[in-house]
């Protein structure tokens, strides 16, 4: 099939994720037909660098050899089975391997990050109720994002997505952000942070956050003491923290956990996205063994987490999960001209973090070049998530989506956030990749001024 035919069916029957579909008109959908690695391509052999790892779930490439033999071998074993009353192999490997990564005792799955969300939100207020308090109330970030269920979007705070349904979400209360990663502006939001705790707080079951990097939030980036100091509130005003990891977990902050920056531990954790590799839909909610023994009781007593998904710990998602930990865990990248990634813990190179320090060195050096750029008001970095931003052009004009097009037309897949131009590429993105995404980049800003 060509690219035409593959359109034209797709917008006969598709309706896309978070699009306006008349867009379509005069933007093309864009057909896969097959990916390698770095590499997008279209059923007419047109290749595109993903520099968003495909929505930010991919760290080792597309069609990646490990992990598709890895799946391909638990294919042949066991597809599913309920995970109530039931288990396997790979979730006990993989629970096993998480709580011994970061510190926590259960782990609670689902199968997309929203529902992680919803879990962790029920979880901690069911956990003050079965301890006989009522306190239905959240705090969550300004400018947060956790995903588009009713319950997630509710602690959100882009608008772009809630407003339209404000009439039927749950209550939150929302906090201000600081401006950037300074003391003074950490401070300052630390002591508003504080005045909000101590009017509310009696009500308040848990707050959520993002730590380090809001992602969805036009790629806003705060100091690991902010996330330090709401976790000193959070212990001070009797309230959970959950860290939503979503996003920021599995080095893309530069460290395995965005939390461990900041040396802190929540109550509950959140992993999706990097969990699987960017394979297969898969999440965890992890949480300790204090929030875990509130519900375990006598049955008679009405206590248990009656919460479930018909996927829950899908068989296919944690070999996916397994392998990407092995590529963690065993990953080197060799120092011989292609800097190749073998799975062999002792072979002579880098592990992924410490090599993917020297990548996210290289995308910040190369980037310097766009503060020239008179339309650019600012560049930012947290590890391998960089963000260049753009003067406040207002929303109508989309100036972000003519970036897309230009990056679009010249083989590189970009998706900016309104005026916000990030790179959030798979790990294994090589230099001349790594110039090709930024000058790419660079060009389609510097022509938004022609
Ligand atoms: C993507 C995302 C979610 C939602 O995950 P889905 O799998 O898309 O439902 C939640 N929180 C954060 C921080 C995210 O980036």
Redesign the pocket.
């Known amino acids: 099939m060509k690219n035409q035919e593959i359109m034209e069916i797709d917008l006969k029957y598709n309706w896309h994720p978070c699009t306006q579909m008349k867009d379509h008109e005069f933007l093309p959908i864009i057909p896969i037909k097959k990916g390698k690695g770095i590499y997008l391509e279209d059923f007419e052999g047109k290749k595109y660098i993903d520099a968003i790892s495909s929505?930010?779930v991919n760290l080792f490439g597309h069609s990646n050899e490990y992990i598709n033999t890895k799946i391909k071998s638990q294919l042949e074993i066991l597809e599913h089975v309920i995970f109530a009353g039931f288990t396997h192999e790979g979730a006990i490997k993989l629970s096993e391997r998480l709580c011994k990564l970061t510190g926590f005792d259960k782990v609670f799955y689902a199968d997309?990050?929203?529902?992680?969300?919803e879990i962790a939100i029920k979880m901690s207020f069911h956990y003050w109720k079965n301890k006989g308090k009522i306190k239905p109330l959240f705090f969550s970030l300004e400018n947060s994002?956790?995903?588009?269920?009713i319950g997630?979007l509710s602690v959100g705070d882009v608008g772009l997505y809630k407003d339209t349904y404000k009439e039927i979400l749950i209550k939150n209360i929302t906090i201000p952000i600081p401006k950037d990663k300074s003391e003074k502006e950490t401070l300052k939001a630390l002591k508003k942070a504080r005045e909000i705790f101590e009017k509310h707080y009696k009500d308040v079951s848990a707050l959520i956050i993002?730590p380090l990097v809001?992602?969805?939030g036009y790629m806003k980036m705060h100091s690991p003491e902010f996330i330090k100091g709401l976790r000193k509130l959070c212990n001070e005003f009797d309230i959970h923290l959950i860290a939503?990891?979503?996003?920021?977990g599995f080095g893309r902050t530069g460290n395995m956990f965005a939390c461990e920056q900041a040396k802190i531990k929540p109550d509950f954790m959140?992993l999706?996205?990097g969990l699987t590799g960017g394979y297969l839909?898969l999440?965890v909610v992890l949480t300790t063994n204090e929030i875990y023994s509130a519900f375990y009781c006598d049955y008679a007593e009405l206590k248990a987490f009656l919460h479930s998904h018909s996927y829950t710990a899908n068989p296919l998602g944690i070999a996916a999960a397994n392998a990407t930990l092995d590529i963690f865990e065993k990953g080197k990248w060799l120092k011989n001209e292609k800097w190749e990634l073998i799975i062999d813990n002792k072979a002579d190179g880098l592990s992924i973090l410490e090599f993917n320090k020297h990548t996210s060195k290289y995308i910040w050096e190369s980037i310097q070049k766009f503060k020239e750029l008179p339309n650019v008001k600012e560049i930012r970095q947290t590890g391998m998530i960089t963000a260049i931003e753009m003067i406040d052009y207002p929303w109508q004009e989309r100036k972000g989506l003519k970036v897309y097009e230009y990056g679009l037309k010249n083989g590189v897949l970009l998706r900016p956030l309104g005026n916000v131009i990030y790179f959030m590429p798979p790990y294994i993105i090589q230099k001349p990749q790594i110039d090709k995404m930024i000058n790419t980049a660079y060009e389609g800003i510097k022509a938004l001024n022609d």
């Open positions: 929505w930010w997309n990050g929203s529902s992680a969300v994002y956790h995903g588009e269920t997630a993002e809001q992602c969805a939503d990891e979503i996003a920021v959140l999706s996205k839909p999440s």
